[in-house]
């Protein structure tokens, strides 16, 4: 182990997406060095691709949007299965996280007055999503991204080297998260471009590292998202929470078939874009579930009214909550009633002219142009369900971001699980990422603070550096990107948008078996950029989390949000009450049910109480809230 | 629908390296990154390439099809003729590391070089008032993917390696003009750091990196000569120059 390459943090963050970027920002402003490690080359984190916005009650648009409506809609959102801590924390901080990028330099549009213009969005009341145009990601990623180089430039001033106390490890995988004394002692991985194995000791380690979506065959995700930081805890010892909830987002590019996942941003909708089948009905006024009836409007009229009057329509169904929709389209298409390619119309053209389409969802008009040769403004588009956003994560402590059972360990972001409950509303990811972003690094910054040096053992070491060589070692065996189509195949025909307890135990079966014969993966050519290689790696992290997805599905005899059973349709109040916890033996992921904490009567309060019926037992309603 | 295309490659690293000719099935609708994934999956394990997104917003699969500088991702197969052979190429103006991947650290360098935003010291989080149209200007440049294809075509740097010191290239004049062009950026002289520190004066606009960027900014137009137009008027014009400090003196920005 002496030549080994090693460094020494005080903590180490892995993910250079929003949530890494802003736990970075935290922890090197508390005074303490931070590495940022990241798969990718630095600023092409898979935040880049969020399009829509960052939701924010700063009441720029609507002066009676608070903190307090932001929660409501959140839970409404999540069907009240969120860590109501979690979503009181992000309805709270997320116009001061909004605000501090404008003072790093995020330059986001604007309302006549000269404030932040905020936009619709599906499930938000009131107008809140910070934006700009429909590349809000891309603004959040280089706003931060300058911050970091910002603060290094500070450092050579300081110290007379900007990489004296934060420094970017690009293209560089995390094979291990190194535990000594029941406590995190480092990372272990390796260069990309080279293979040569990397050690870093840090007293913290923050996991950043996004979400899932290449477990499935249809995702609007980057390469990226394979479930790392999932796989990286479970075998750590940390818990996954709720993993059955996946978010189908219900409108990706269906055609043709090289972009179908693509994401379409909600922004359409947000921006008068309408769904209608290949009959010309527009479909989603048939799907305003009971719980909604009351918010959003039942016919057309009403529907484009609100565009122009907010205060005394109702919303389009439209902008429901993404699960219904994305349920709705399946159940049209299902039905005969979807377009040639197997997704229905989406149609701004009608509502706003080429301009303004042009102006407010450039990327849009360009992706369809360049891609489908579809022109949005004068046609509409083909859209369809695509993998979008894994609502399951990292168990975490609220405020501090600290995995459960892991002593040194934070998550943040999509990798964090808990916020979103059993399902996502559009624009709270961008805000999520920033609240427990720099909360994950206030974290790992404390914690760091508190405790000493926890050295790595050469054993660990050795066993880290074996699991990497392996493939190497074999011949003849299974090929990686084989194994991974299998795999993709599975969970899109089995554990996908609709579900059942047959299917999902046949999953778990398939699952086992390609999971078996991943030990016997061989590689091709040497360690020198060598993505057969890498995608080994990739492909037991994905393993892990949909046998965790899987398992979690299965036990869970309802459908709430992003988890529907065509065995169990409907939702149950009692499984309102139930988090599925994923842990890792070693050999298999073992689920638990475990019980939601009780939503303190202060925020219980903010609700009327009829609402609560709907989702909450009789003994729940009478008992009011805890303390 | 899918038919048989002579994709040619150029395989190799730092030392050598050498065009291989595949043949590969493409699809209807195709782009030329989804070629390059089926030769990897099924023909060359190894093949190194560079990608995210696929969807034309992270700008990390630049390379050369047919000379020209392009996302892989935004290139449909059908651009080309049924007949006519596909050659991708790393990108020339930097080293590569292996096949398709370069390294492409210069930009970063670079980066670490322009400084940063600089914020009023009395204006507090929330309180900043600017108009749309004001943020617009800067917002274009904005747009940048960082895919640094201009970077790349750019001939000041592309055929002069020496040039690459005192250079910093197209993607970091639109940095610096949209900073010099920010409502709210305190920091002064940056136009004239443009041109004495990272090389403004060397460009001679042949618009080469405006043609390639996927984006549509328009860096030479917008960016490029208004910052060569100032910097002249304010390095030559004594009135201007004089106006400037009785300005400033005055605390009017």
Redesign the interface.
């Known amino acids: 182990m002496t030549n080994l390459e090693k460094y020494k943090y005080d903590v180490v963050i892995i993910g250079a997406g929003g949530a890494g970027l802003r736990a970075a920002v935290e922890a090197r402003e508390s005074g303490l060095s931070v590495a940022i490690i990241c798969k ?5 984190a ?1 935040t ?2 969020a399009e829509g916005g960052a939701a924010a009650s ?1 009441g720029n648009v609507n002066s009676g949007d608070n903190w307090m409506v932001h929660f409501r809609d959140t839970m409404r959102g999540g069907k009240f299965l969120n860590h109501y801590r979690m979503a009181e924390l992000h309805a709270k901080e997320s ?2 996280r909004i ?2 990028l ?4 995020a ?4 309302t006549k ?3 932040i ?1 905020q936009r619709n969005f599906g499930g938000h009341e009131y107008p809140r999503l910070a934006h ?2 429909d ?1 809000t990601g ?2 959040l990623i ?1 706003t931060m991204q ?2 970091i ?2 603060l ?2 500070q450092d050579a001033r300081d110290y007379g080297d ?1 990489e004296s106390h934060m420094k970017v490890f690009a293209e560089l995988t995390v094979t291990e998260i190194i535990k000594e004394n029941g406590k995190v002692a480092g990372v272990y991985g390796y260069w990309r ?1 080279s293979g040569s194995e990397v050690l870093f000791e840090a007293k913290s380690v923050i996991i950043a590292t996004g979400g899932v979506g290449k477990t499935f065959k249809i995702t609007s995700n ?3 998202g394979t479930g790392d930081g999932h796989a990286l805890a479970l075998k750590a010892g940390a818990n996954l929470v709720d993993m059955e909830f996946l978010q189908f987002h219900p409108t990706g590019m269906v ?5 179908r996942g ?2 379409v941003t909600e922004s359409v909708r947000g921006e008068g874009g309408i769904l209608t089948n290949n009959v010309g009905e527009r479909f989603m006024f048939k799907y305003i579930p009971e719980v909604f009836k009351n918010i959003y409007a039942d016919n057309e009229a009403e529907a484009d009214r609100w565009y122009l009057d907010q205060d005394n329509n109702r919303r389009p169904p439209e902008l429901l909550p993404r699960d219904e929709v994305a349920r709705a389209i399946n159940s049209e298409v299902k039905a005969g009633r979807g377009t040639e390619h197997g997704g229905v119309f989406l149609d701004v053209s009608k509502r706003l002219s080429a301009e303004v389409i042009k102006k407010r969802l450039p ?1 849009m008009w ?2 369809f142009y ?3 040769g579809v022109d949005i403004t004068k046609e509409p588009m083909e859209v369809g369900p695509t993998c979008h956003y894994v609502m399951g994560g990292v168990e975490v402590e609220p405020d501090t971001a600290a995995a459960v059972g892991v002593p040194g360990l934070f998550a943040a972001g999509e990798v964090a699980g808990g916020m979103h409950g059993s399902n996502r509303l559009g624009g709270n990811s961008l805000s999520d990422l920033l609240v427990f972003g720099r909360r994950a690094g206030m974290g790992a910054s404390e914690y760091a603070k508190k405790n000493d040096d926890n050295p790595a053992s050469d054993a660990s070491v050795s066993a880290a550096a074996a699991r990497i060589q392996a493939p190497f070692s074999r011949t003849g065996g299974e ?4 194994l991974h ?1 299998e795999l993709q195949e599975v969970t899109h025909n089995l554990v996908g948008i609709i579900r059942t307890g047959v299917e999902l135990q046949e999953a778990i079966e398939k699952i086992a078996a390609i999971r078996a014969r991943s030990a016997n993966i061989s ?4 360690r ?6 890498h995608l080994a790696f990739d492909l037991d992290n994905m393993l892990l989390v949909a046998e965790s997805t899987a398992k979690s599905a299965i036990l869970r005899e309802e459908s709430r949000g992003g988890h529907t059973r065509d065995d169990f349709p409907g939702m149950n109040n009692k499984w309102r009450q139930v988090n599925h916890i994923s842990s890792f033996d070693g050999n298999k992921v073992n689920v638990k049910a475990q019980a939601l904490p009780p939503i303190p009567k202060e925020l219980f309060d903010l609700f009327d109480v009829h609402e609560l019926e709907k989702y909450m037992t009789p003994e729940e309603i009478t008992k009011g809230g805890s303390n | 629908m899918a038919r048989k295309l002579n994709l040619r490659i150029w395989r190799g ?1 730092s030392t050598n390296g050498a065009l291989q000719d595949v043949v590969v099935d493409a ?5 030329v990154l ?1 070629v390059i994934h089926r030769v ?3 023909q060359m ?16 699969c630049s390379m050369e099809i047919n000379g020209k500088p392009r996302l892989a991702c ?1 290139t ?1 197969v059908s651009a080309y003729g049924d007949d006519e052979t596909i050659t991708v190429t790393p990108l020339r103006a930097f080293p590569v ?3 398709l ?1 370069t390294d ?1 650290s210069f930009n ?1 360098k670079k ?2 070089e322009i ?3 600089s ?1 009023p010291a009395n ?1 507090k ?2 309180e ?5 149209v004001d ?1 617009e200007r ?2 274009e440049f ?2 940048c ?2 895919c640094f294809l201009c970077q790349n075509t750019c001939h000041v740097i592309r055929d002069h390696e020496e040039n690459k010191k005192s250079f910093a290239g197209p993607r970091f004049f639109i940095r610096i003009a949209e ?1 010099d062009m ?1 409502p709210l ?1 305190t920091l002064k002289n940056r136009k004239k750091t443009a041109q004495e520190e990272h090389g403004l004066g060397m460009c001679n606009i042949t618009k080469c990196c405006t043609e390639v960027c996927p984006e549509h900014i328009r860096i030479t137009d917008n960016a490029i000569i208004p910052m060569k137009e100032r910097v002249v008027d304010e390095k030559y014009d004594p009135l201007r120059w004089l106006g400037s400090k009785i300005r400033k003196r005055e605390g009017i920005v």
């Open positions: 990718s080359l630095f600023g092409k898979h880049v691709m700063m116009p001061d605000w501090e404008e003072v790093w330099g330059l986001f549009d604007r007055e000269g404030k213009s700009v145009g590349r891309l603004e280089r300058q911050r180089v910002g290094q430039q900007a471009e980057s390469w990226e055609w043709p078939p090289s972009v693509i994401l990327s360009h992706q360049e891609l489908a090929n990686a990107y084989s189509a590689v091709s050519g040497d020198k950029f060598n993505p057969g290689f | 690293d699809n209807e609708g195709e782009v989804d990897q999956a099924t394990g190894d093949l190194a390439v560079r990608w995210n997104c696929k969807a034309g917003k992270c700008g990390s935004m449909q590391i292996k096949d991947v492409v970063y980066a670490m400084p940063a935003y914020h204006l989080p929330g900043a008032r600017m108009e749309q943020v800067s917002q904005r747009k993917i960082e900073l920010h950026d």
